[in-house]
């Protein structure tokens, strides 16, 4: 496609809930990214993919956090037991580039996670 | 990662030229500063980047002084559809490790166009 798209677009889930979210990055996109935006804040890292390789995930908040990139194509994130503290619009971002960290990110619009 | 600190919130006319700074005192050598837009319900959009002096693009222009130690996003004419929040953003162009790969947003300046 011509831009990163994100499934789905809005996600309720009932509290203890496991959630599962997915982005499709630009067609032969190296590098991938998600981030997490609070209301009001703005976004911050969770983890990044070079091709399939998770090459950081230091910004997952806790073991109940976790991405994969199988194929080095679609990501998913998903949250197990969710939390009321998980609400937030989860953000893919994918880039053409392995190397360069500051230049070429594309952004989705994100998945609206609500946890009641 | 160096800090960036810009303002809350800024209010302007249609058909002004908007200014809006950051301050980053411990950018590093290697550092790039970029801003980003975002609008409701989208994710950040890259506008424009620069290491030094001036940058222009079709949508802004970028002034950083000599000292690096702030930068100033210029928007020309904005109207209604600039309404939005502007992101600074410090950090070095190529990977250095674990860490490199996080782009720090802050909070953003939120700017609003009135009619």
């Known amino acids: 496609g011509a831009g990163v798209s994100q499934s789905p677009r809005y996600k309720v889930a009932k509290r203890g809930q496991d959630v599962a979210l997915r982005c499709d990055p630009i067609s032969g996109h190296v590098s991938l990214f998600w981030y997490q935006q609070a209301l009001g804040q703005g976004p911050e890292f969770l983890t990044y993919f070079q091709n399939e390789a998770q090459l950081d995930k230091s910004g997952l908040p806790s073991d109940r956090f976790f991405a994969e990139r199988p194929e080095g194509s679609v990501s998913t994130l998903k949250i197990q037991r969710t939390q009321q503290e998980d609400s937030a619009v989860y953000l893919c971002a994918s880039s053409p580039f392995s190397g360069i960290a500051n230049y070429g990110y594309t952004f989705g619009s994100g998945t609206r996670l609500t946890v009641v | ?115």
Not at chain 2, 13 to 32: L, P
Not at chain 2, 36 to 57: A, C, D, E, L, W
Not at chain 2, 69 to 88: E, F, G, I, Q, W
């Open chain 2, 1 to 115: 990662l160096a800090k960036t600190t810009q303002p809350i919130s800024m209010d302007s006319y249609e058909g002004q030229e908007v200014n809006i700074t950051c301050s980053h005192n411990n950018i590093a050598t290697n550092d790039y500063i970029t801003w980003y837009q975002q609008f409701p319900s989208q994710g950040p959009r890259f506008i424009i980047q620069g290491y030094k002096t001036k940058v222009t693009n079709e949508v802004a222009s970028l002034f950083i002084p000599a000292d690096r130690k702030s930068s100033t996003l210029s928007l020309p004419r904005v109207s209604l559809s600039d309404t939005a929040v502007y992101y600074c953003l410090v950090a070095p162009l190529a990977y250095s490790g674990a860490g490199s790969y996080q782009l720090t947003f802050g909070k953003g300046t939120k700017l609003s166009v009135i009619p």
